[in-house]
C-alpha cells in the first residue's frame, strides 16, 4: 500500500487588502460644494474687489534680531484670484471625483489655509494698504490657545477615564482665583503651584459625587462651575478688592527664551519666546499623549473608559484610576486657570475665565478625544479670537458685536460639522458599581 500523498510545500504568503470605504456621495458633494463656494468667494470679493495696483504688506518677524524675517509685499487683487482658483479647482475635482477618506483632510485643511492667505491679503491690501502683522496675529492665537489646551487635556484625562468632565471652567477659575491669591503673597512658582492644587481640589469634588455618590456627571459639572463662581466671586469682594495691592497684584510670570531655538525665524519669537505656563503645556501635550497610547497606565485608562467591567476582571482597580485621573485632570485645568491671571494680565477679576473651559470641552470633542486633535481644535479656536481682535483694528467697519461672536461660532460650528460623526469612550459617563 502506497503512502498517502501529502501537499506540497509552498512559500505562499497571503495578503489581507484592506478596502477603505470611499465618501458617501452626499458628502463628496457636500465638501466639494464648501470648497468651490470658498473659491468663488476669494476670487470675487477678495480678489476682484481690490484694486489692481494695491499691494498686500504681510509682516512675518520682528523688526530686529537674529529671527528677523523680510516682508512680504505681494499684489492683493493677484494672490486673491489666484488662490481662489485653486481652492475652486479642488473643489470641482471633489465633485467630479472625489478624494478619498484619508486625503479628505489635508484637502480641506489646505483649502481653507489657502482661503485664509487670500482674506488676510484683502484685510491688508484694502483701500491704501496696511501693514499687517502677521506675526503678531500667531503669537496672540497661542497665548489664547496655551489655556484651552490645558483645559482639554484635562477634559481628556477625565473623559478617557470614563468621568464627563462639565465642570472644566470652575476648576480653571478656581485655578485663576489661587494664582492671583498667593502670587501676590509669596511670587509666581507659589502662585502656580497652589494653581494646581485649587485646580485638583475641584477635582477631588468632582470625582467625590461622581464615582462615589453616584451624581449625574453633567448636572454635577453645571452645579461645580457655578459653585466655583460663586465662590471665587465672594473672596473677591471680601478680601481680594478691599486689599488689592498685597492680594491681588502678582507679578506677571515673565517671558523665558529658549537658547538656539529662540533665534529661529518665525518659529522662533512664535513657540520659544514664552512664560513658564506655555512651556508646561508643551510637556504635558508630549506627556499626555505618549501615556496615554504608550504606557501601561494609558492602556488600563482607555480600558476603563471603554469597558470597565471587563477591566476590573483583570485586576484593574476601576474606581482609584478613576479617581487619580480626574484629580490630575483638575490640577491641569488650574494651571490653565493660572494663566489667565499670573501668566497674562496679573490680578484676578470676576468670571475671568469666560467661558473658556466651555471651549475647551469643545475641543475635547473637535478633538476627538485625542491629545493631538485637542491641541490643534485649540489652535484654531485661539486664532478665531485672535482673528477677531486684528479684524477690530484693521477693518473697522465690521460690527463689534459680529467680532466678539467670532470664537463661539467657530466653537459651534467644528463641534456641530463633527459631533454626529465623533465617539466618545464606550462608558463615558456611565457610573460604575463594583459588583
Excluded at 475635482?93 to 479628505?104: E, K, L, P, S, V
Excluded at 468632582?206 to 453616584?214: D, G, P
Excluded at 506655555?278 to 505618549?290: Q, S
Excluded at 463633527?418 to 463615558?428: E, F, N, Q
Aim: glycine content about 14%.
Amino acid at each position: 500500500m502506497s503512502a498517502p500523498m501529502s501537499a506540497p510545500v509552498t512559500d505562499e504568503v497571503v495578503v489581507l487588502e484592506v478596502v477603505e470605504r470611499p465618501l458617501t456621495t452626499g458628502r463628496r458633494v457636500g465638501l466639494g460644494v464648501v470648497l468651490v463656494l470658498l473659491g468663488a468667494v476669494s476670487v470675487k470679493y477678495l480678489g476682484l474687489a481690490i484694486d489692481s495696483g494695491s499691494k498686500a504688506h504681510l509682516k512675518l518677524g520682528p523688526a530686529t534680531g537674529t529671527a528677523h524675517v523680510p516682508d512680504i509685499v505681494v499684489p492683493g487683487r493677484g494672490i486673491g484670484i489666484a488662490l481662489g482658483v485653486v481652492v475652486l479647482a479642488l473643489g470641482v475635482y471633489q465633485i467630479a471625483r472625489g478624494f478619498n477618506r484619508r486625503q479628505m483632510p489635508w484637502v480641506l485643511a489646505v483649502g481653507f489655509l489657502l482661503f485664509l492667505v487670500a482674506f488676510l491679503c484683502w484685510v491688508s491690501a484694502r483701500g491704501s494698504g496696511t501693514e499687517l502683522d502677521v506675526l503678531g496675529l500667531l503669537q496672540n492665537s497661542v497665548a489664547l490657545a496655551v489655556p484651552l489646551i490645558l483645559g482639554a487635556l484635562a477634559g481628556i484625562l477625565c473623559e478617557r477615564s470614563g468621568v464627563i468632565n462639565v465642570a472644566i471652567e470652575g476648576q480653571m477659575l478656581a485655578g485663576a482665583w489661587a494664582g492671583a491669591l498667593f502670587g501676590s503673597v509669596a511670587g509666581g512658582f507659589i502662585g502656580l503651584v497652589s494653581a494646581g492644587i485649587a485646580g485638583a481640589l475641584m477635582g477631588l469634588i468632582l470625582a467625590l459625587f461622581a464615582i462615589r455618590y453616584l451624581v449625574n456627571q453633567v448636572v454635577l459639572g453645571v452645579v461645580l462651575n457655578v459653585f466655583a463662581l460663586g465662590l471665587t466671586g465672594f473672596f473677591y469682594d471680601a478680601f481680594m478688592q478691599p486689599h488689592t495691592a498685597a492680594l491681588n497684584t502678582p507679578s506677571v510670570l515673565g517671558p523665558i527664551n529658549i537658547p538656539v531655538l529662540h533665534s529661529i525665524p518665525v518659529l522662533g519669537p512664535l513657540l520659544f519666546e514664552s512664560n513658564i505656563v506655555v512651556y508646561l503645556a508643551y510637556v504635558l501635550i508630549v506627556v499626555v499623549d505618549v501615556a496615554l497610547f504608550r504606557t501601561r497606565w494609558g492602556l488600563r485608562t482607555r480600558a476603563v473608559g471603554e469597558h470597565p467591567k471587563a477591566a476590573d476582571t483583570v485586576g484593574i482597580k476601576v474606581l482609584a484610576l478613576r479617581y487619580r485621573n480626574v484629580v490630575m485632570g483638575g490640577a491641569v485645568a488650574g494651571l490653565g486657570g493660572a494663566y489667565f491671571t499670573i501668566g497674562s494680565v496679573g490680578g484676578f477679576g470676576k468670571n475671568i475665565t469666560a467661558g473658556n473651559g466651555f471651549i475647551a470641552l469643545a475641543a475635547v470633542i473637535f478633538g476627538r478625544w485625542s491629545p493631538r486633535g485637542a491641541v490643534g481644535a485649540a489652535l484654531l479656536f485661539g486664532f478665531a479670537s485672535a482673528l477677531q481682535t486684528m479684524l477690530s483694528i484693521n477693518v473697522p467697519g465690521i460690527p463689534s458685536n459680529f467680532l466678539a461672536m467670532l470664537p463661539y461660532v467657530a466653537t459651534i460650528f467644528a463641534v456641530a460639522g463633527l459631533v454626529g460623526r465623533v465617539k466618545a469612550p464606550a462608558a463615558d459617563g456611565e457610573p460604575y458599581v463594583k459588583g
